[in-house]
Structure formats: structure tokens, C-alpha cells
């Protein structure tokens, strides 16, 4: 990592992971990536390696599916179970050839897509007045909400909110993450404290297996979402049965792939919840498949996927460049890296 990333759980100064490439009897190749989170419970790099291994030998030459049902069924015959980095891989991977056999993008083939997604910007300063600057640099480059990791002393976060709401402006929205670091109590204080800065969203304020704090605290003049507690087994259903947060957070890489989160997104849809789609800090292809996976998901909220600032410069960055608050969805078919000569990189 290019910088270091502090949240209530980890501080995180590299990531560490696996690209799975997948060939057809053509030549043709679905890139996939596992780069797992054990913060947000997914397996560890160990158990990735055992389960992608599995996985090559029971795919053997088995026929491909041609459809996105039959990549759901083969995904449960193999050994992923537990494992939902591993399974993002293989699936991520599974996607990328169909899209390419059918000549569109993975976004149109998850469903109706935009052609670009809106993105927060993340901030990383800790001291107030640099991170004033680097809110002001932000939206002066068009980013539409800002997001704050906070958790340390209130009456740090106070100071720090105000320098950001008074250098950004008031058009910006101000998202504030805790990264589930507050009790109930600790999260109403705060939410109190910083509301009056026009908070967007506040997401994971309370323990991730502390379910009913997010209704305990969204009547509080702010937005909630669930971030950390998503990767609680049965968490997304009964979050949205109870209507107890205003968005879900989906980190596909965590959730097992870009089909269960597209499950979970229309599920929420219909229930009146919103969504919005996070990195996990993975690498090119796991943000590239992130990004259709936003296209087809559609979301009124912000997509929490311009994270590349805190990387090394990699092959595909390019494509995950924002334009004024914006990331351009590749229109070519699958994940759209064969498109130039970054695949022959990969």
C-alpha cells in the first residue's frame, strides 16, 4: 500500500491475495481475484490457496456454464463453502468469460446498468488541518461526498468535521465511518456531536453483532449503514426484513461474490432499503469487478470504490480512475481488462 489505512479494527500497510485465471477451450481468459479481509471474516490467504486449488482440480475440463444460473450451480458444487474470497474469485472469473462468449460488459450481463458510477472520496488525513486540505482538493475535484474515518476522541472528530465542512463547502456531503469502534452509547454521543456538520451517512457506528443499535440510532438526524456486520451469517435478511438501517453496505469480496450481493441489492430494493457497493482494499480486478457489480446495483448513495490513491500503481489501474466524483463502467465484453495490452500484464 502506497498509505497506510487506520480503522477502529486494523491499521493495514499492505493487502495480500490471489488472481485466478481461467481458460477455455478457445484460449480465451475470465480473470478473477481473492484477497481476503479476516477483519470482515472472510477466510484467511491459507485456506484461499487450499480452496482455489480444490477448486482447479475439481473444474478439471468440466464444460463451462452458459448461463448466469448454471455459474450459481457449478459455484455450489465446488469446494467454497466458508470461503467467500475464494468464491468471488472463481465466480468473478466464471463471469468475465460468459460476458466475453456473449460480447457484453459483466454490468449488462448482471442486468440494466449505468454507465458510470458515483464514488466518495476516502480521507485519510488525521490531523484537522491537513485534512481540511485534502477535503478541499477533493471537492474541488468533484467528488460528491467525502468520507471520514472517525472513533478517535470526540472532541477530535468535532474539530476535524468542522475544518472539513469549512474548507469543502456546504454542497459537499460528509460520510463518517467508525468501523463499528463505538458502543450505542459512545455512537449516540458522537452522532449528536457531528450531526450538525450535515452528515450524508454514518456507517457501522455500533459493534458488528449489535444489530439492533442501528435502529436504536437512526433516529437520530442521520442516515445508518451496515458495513462490518454484513458478513454476519443471515445479518443482510434480517436487517432488511426489520427495515432497522437505511443502506447496506455490499463488499462482494466479503459476501462471496457480485451474485449474492446483486441478490441482497434486490431484496433491499424491494423493501425500500438502499445499497451501495465498497472495496475491500483488493487489488485491479476485484475493484474492476466492483465497479459493474455498482453499474447494475444503481444507487442514489455514493459507491465507496475510489481506493486507489492508497495503492501502488498496478496494471488496470487506469481504468479506476474517477472523473469529476465518477468511474467510467468499460463497455467491453466482460470485466473490459482484455481490452488493451494491460491483460497481457496481468
Known amino acids: ?12 500497510f499492505e493487502r495480500s491475495g490471489f488472481r485466478v485465471e481461467l481458460r477455455d477451450p478457445s484460449g480465451a481468459v475470465g480473470l478473477g481475484e481473492a484477497m481476503p479481509l479476516e477483519a470482515f471474516r472472510t477466510e484467511g490467504l491459507a485456506t484461499v490457496a487450499e480452496r482455489l486449488a480444490g477448486c482447479a482440480e ?64 476516502l480521507l485519510l488525513e488525521r490531523e484537522p488541518a491537513r485534512l481540511a486540505e485534502e477535503a478541499e482538493a477533493a471537492a474541488r475535484a468533484g467528488y460528491p461526498v467525502l468520507k471520514i474515518k472517525v472513533g478517535g476522541p470526540l472532541e477530535t472528530d468535532v474539530r476535524r468535521l ?55 440510532l437512526r433516529w437520530r438526524g442521520v442516515r445508518i449503514a ?9 445479518a443482510p435478511g434480517r436487517l ?11 463488499k462482494p469480496m466479503v459476501l462471496g461474490g457480485l451474485l449474492p450481493c446483486l441478490s441482497i441489492a434486490e431484496q433491499a430494493r424491494a423493501a425500500g432499503v438502499g445499497c451501495y457497493v465498497t472495496s475491500a482494499i483488493e487489488g485491479p480486478v476485484g475493484r474492476l469487478a466492483a465497479v459493474h457489480l455498482a453499474a447494475a446495483v444503481g444507487s442514489q448513495l455514493p ?9 501502488e500503481p498496478a496494471p488496470g489501474e487506469e481504468l479506476l480512475v474517477p472523473v469529476r466524483g465518477s468511474i467510467a463502467v468499460p463497455s467491453a465484453p466482460g470485466l473490459g481488462w482484455h481490452s488493451s495490452s494491460r491483460g497481457a500484464s496481468a
Open 1 to 12: 500500500m502506497r498509505r497506510q489505512l487506520v480503522t477502529a479494527a486494523e491499521t493495514y
Open 58 to 121: 475439481a473444474l478439471g475440463t468440466r464444460a463451462l456454464p452458459e448461463d448466469v444460473g448454471g455459474i450459481t450451480a457449478l459455484l455450489g458444487s465446488l469446494p467454497l463453502g466458508g470461503a467467500p474470497a475464494s468464491r468471488h474469485a472463481v465466480e468473478c472469473a466464471l463471469l468475465d468469460l460468459l460476458a466475453q462468449w456473449r460480447g457484453v460488459s459483466i454490468a449488462a450481463l448482471l442486468g440494466p446498468a449505468s454507465p458510470s458510477v458515483r464514488v466518495n472520496a
Open 162 to 216: 468542522e475544518a472539513v465542512r469549512r474548507t469543502a463547502g456546504g454542497d459537499v456531503g460528509l460520510r463518517i465511518d467508525s468501523n463499528g469502534g463505538w458502543t450505542r452509547e459512545a455512537a449516540a454521543a458522537a452522532i449528536d456531536a457531528l450531526v450538525p456538520f450535515g452528515l450524508e451517512l454514518c456507517e457501522q457506528p455500533a459493534a458488528p453483532d449489535d444489530l439492533g443499535a442501528f435502529g436504536w
Open 226 to 234: 451496515a458495513d462490518e456486520s454484513m458478513a454476519i451469517q443471515g
Open 240 to 250: 432488511i426484513a426489520s427495515k432497522g438501517v437505511d443502506a447496506l453496505v455490499l
Open 303 to 311: 459507491h465507496g470504490l475510489a481506493v486507489g490513491p492508497l495503492l
